[in-house]
Every structure is written in structure tokens, then in C-alpha cells.
């Protein structure tokens, strides 16, 4: 599993022109899932998002974590986080995990974040999506489930 996780004052998702779901401060996270991501990989990508400590405390210092500082999460399927660009100027996503079996992997991993907690908003899974966001900092991290500590 990929993510792109960007800090955000507020992000939001809108399908054909109609707004689905918005958050204000808190996380938009980009997410791909890669064949073989089972139950362990989606919740302790989860426990690690729920622990991240990113947002400054009254000294200035990234120590406050999402739910310290009251915020959302809006989480978007994207498979070509999955992308091999390493052979030829078209990428490949073999590695992706296949359409039916990663919307399940998606909502299990929305379903994850919850149980921890976290307030989650959702894209709209397939779609074409028009994602904005005002992006905090910037401050942008890519997490790879297997460069996670388990």
C-alpha cells in the first residue's frame, strides 16, 4: 500500500461538478493498494496514520497529532500511486491491485482509520474526481506499507 498524505487547512472532492465531501484542517491522503495488501498491511497503515504527530504545538514543534488538533481525514482511491515507470515512457500497473478486490481493500482501510477514531470523508471510488485542497506548509509525506516498522 501507497500514500500520499498532504496536510491540508481544507481539502474537498467533487464528481461531474457536484461537491461529495470536504474537510477543513486535518489530511488528504492519496491512497493505492498493490496485490497482495491484505488485513495487516491496511490497519497498520492506519495505526500509523492515527499516530503521526505533524502539526505544531505551541512552541512551534510537529508534535500534535490529528486527533489532538480536531481534525478530518479525506481519503482518495488512487491506483497509480502503483505506477512502474522504470521500462519505457508508458507506466505499467501490474502491481496494482485489481479494480474489484482494491475497493475492498478501500473500504476496509476507511473502516480501519474509523475504528482508531479518526473523522473520514471519502472520494467516490472509480470516478473521475476533481480533488482540491489548500495544502498546509506544504508538508507532504509518502508512506509505503513496506518501509513500515510492523
Given at each position: 500500500m501507497k500514500v500520499v498524505l498532504q496536510l491540508v487547512k481544507e481539502a474537498s472532492v467533487r464528481v461531474k461538478g457536484e461537491l461529495i465531501s470536504e474537510i477543513g484542517k486535518g489530511y488528504l491522503l492519496l491512497c493505492g493498494f498493490e496485490e497482495g495488501d491484505g488485513a495487516e498491511v491496511l490497519s497498520g497503515m492506519a495505526k500509523k496514520i492515527a499516530k503521526l504527530r505533524l502539526f505544531p504545538d505551541m512552541n512551534g514543534k510537529t508534535?500534535?497529532?490529528?486527533?489532538?488538533?480536531?481534525?478530518?481525514?479525506?481519503?482518495?482511491?488512487?491506483?497509480?500511486?502503483?505506477?512502474d515507470c522504470a521500462h519505457g515512457?508508458?507506466?505499467?500497473?501490474?502491481?496494482?491491485?485489481?479494480?474489484?478486490?482494491?475497493?475492498?481493500?478501500?473500504?476496509?482501510?476507511?473502516?480501519?482509520?474509523?475504528?482508531?477514531?479518526?473523522?473520514?470523508k471519502s472520494?467516490?471510488?472509480?470516478?473521475?474526481?476533481?480533488?482540491?485542497?489548500?495544502?498546509?506548509?506544504?508538508?507532504?509525506?509518502?508512506?509505503d506499507s513496506r518501509e513500515l516498522v510492523k
Open positions: 508534535n500534535l497529532s490529528l486527533s489532538e488538533v480536531n481534525g478530518s481525514i479525506l481519503a482518495v482511491s488512487q491506483f497509480t500511486l502503483l505506477a515512457n508508458r507506466p505499467s500497473f501490474v502491481k496494482a491491485m485489481g479494480r474489484e478486490k482494491a475497493e475492498m481493500a478501500y473500504e476496509s482501510f476507511l473502516g480501519e482509520l474509523t475504528r482508531l477514531g479518526m473523522a473520514v472520494g467516490s471510488y472509480g470516478d473521475e474526481m476533481a480533488v482540491s485542497l489548500v495544502n498546509d506548509g506544504p508538508f507532504t509525506l509518502y508512506l
